[in-house]
Structure formats: C-alpha cells, structure tokens
C-alpha cells in the first residue's frame, strides 16, 4: 500500500513537471524546444516589443496623416477657388490615409502587453494555456504582418493615388497638379508600407527553427521624419 501510494505522488509529481505541448515541426536548437519558462519569456519579449512598435507606428503615420488633412482643409479657403481642388483631394487622400494607419491594428498593439502581465505572474496550471495564447499570437500576429507588405497592398497604394491625380486632371483641369500630388501622395503611402511593423515573423522563425531574431526597421521618428531601429 505504502509502495502503491509512493508511485502516485512519484507519477503526480511527473506529471506537473512534464513540458507543456509544443508546435508540429519546431526544429533541434529552437527556442520552442526550450523548457517552458524560457519559451514564455522569449513569447512575453517578443509580443511587449511588437506592441510598442505598432503603437509608434500607429501613432506616428495616424498623427501625421490627421495633421495633415487638418492643415489642408484649413488652408484650401486660402487659396484661389481654381487651386481649392488640390488641398480638398489632398485632405482626402490624407484621411484615407488615417484609415489606414488605425483599422485592423495587431492584436499585439493591446494584448502584449496584457499577455506580458499574464505570463510574469503566470502558475504551473496556467503555464500550458498562455504557451498556447502566447504561440497563437505569434503565428496570426507574424501572418498579418506579412499581409500587411504584399504586392497587392502596394498595388492599389499605387493605384489610389494615380486615381487622385486623374481625378484632379479630368475633373478640374489639373494635370500638373494632380500629378504633384499623386507623386507625393505615392512616396508617402510607400514609406507607411515600409515601416509597418515586421518584427513577428523573425520572431515566428527563431521561435520554431532557431535563426536569430535580427530585425531591422525603419520607423517613424519622435519628430519630422524616420528613424532606423535594429534589434537582436
């Protein structure tokens, strides 16, 4: 009886140590291979740093696309009623922008740093679920953020501002201006492209075969202008 009940607490005690599942294919040398502490401390990083990364980039490009269809439309009265047209489309390719930059944000924008709370408080029982909330996060959060930069999204970047310049050419005689803008409005839309927030899927890679995470961005600056961000 004493043997039996020494092989429970000893199969009990197996159990609350085993490591929590871990995803198809992960390869040798993976941080996915890694005991569970150190798996959702590489998770907690790596969703708290993309966060703070959307939230400049969010803030950033939505700020100054609002200031920028703000002052617009402030300064279209100004001007003769012929050249109104230029501000006016202006100010709207400016607000399309605002949509942009703030629809369909990366759940990691408000849930890292909750998840990063949950797991530096995290027990043995709860240990398993944020692993899986955490891996989820990282999968979705990495295939969102390649959407974000496909060829399509730069596609009808370039057709959404050569349908401006048209506009301003057909509509209002403006072909000169219209081409202006366009060009800028283009420049602009390419550089919020670039800067969008890529950091998941290196992330996604070093979690599941082991390449380092080296990530190099270009991000919008504190003031006028970008900035280069390198990590490791």
């Known amino acids: 009886m004493r043997a039996t009940a020494v092989l429970v607490?000893?199969?009990l005690s197996a159990v609350s140590r085993a490591d929590c599942p871990r995803p198809e294919g992960v390869k040798a040398g993976s941080v996915a291979?890694?005991?569970?502490?150190e798996r959702l401390k590489f998770l907690s990083a790596r969703v708290t740093d993309e966060s703070a990364a959307a939230t400049r980039w969010t803030g950033g490009w939505g700020g100054a696309y609002g200031l920028f269809t703000i002052v617009q439309l402030a300064v279209a009265p100004l001007f003769p009623e012929e050249e109104r047209p230029d501000w006016y489309w202006g100010a709207f390719s400016t607000a399309v922008g605002v949509a942009f930059s703030i629809l369909d944000p990366l759940e990691v924008l408000s849930g890292g740093p909750g998840f990063a709370r949950r797991?530096?408080?995290?027990t043995p029982d709860s240990t398993c679920a944020l692993l899986a909330d955490g891996e989820r996060m990282l999968r979705e959060g990495a295939a969102h953020e390649a959407t974000g930069r496909k060829w399509y999204v730069h596609l009808a970047n370039?057709?959404?501002n050569a349908g401006i310049g048209v506009v301003l050419g057909l509509a209002h005689n403006r072909w000169v201006s219209g081409a202006i803008n366009a060009a800028v409005g283009l420049a602009i839309g390419e550089a919020t492209i670039f800067t969008s927030p890529n950091?998941?899927?290196d992330a996604?890679?070093?979690y599941e075969s082991g390449a380092p995470v080296v990530t190099f961005r270009v991000v919008p600056a504190a003031g006028p202008g970008v900035g280069v961000l390198l990590t490791f």
């Open 204 to 206: 996604l890679v070093a």
């Open 158 to 160: 370039v057709l959404f």
């Open 33 to 37: 291979t890694r005991g569970d502490a």
């Open 9 to 11: 607490l000893l199969s």
């Open 199 to 201: 950091g998941l899927g």
């Open 119 to 122: 797991a530096a408080s995290a």
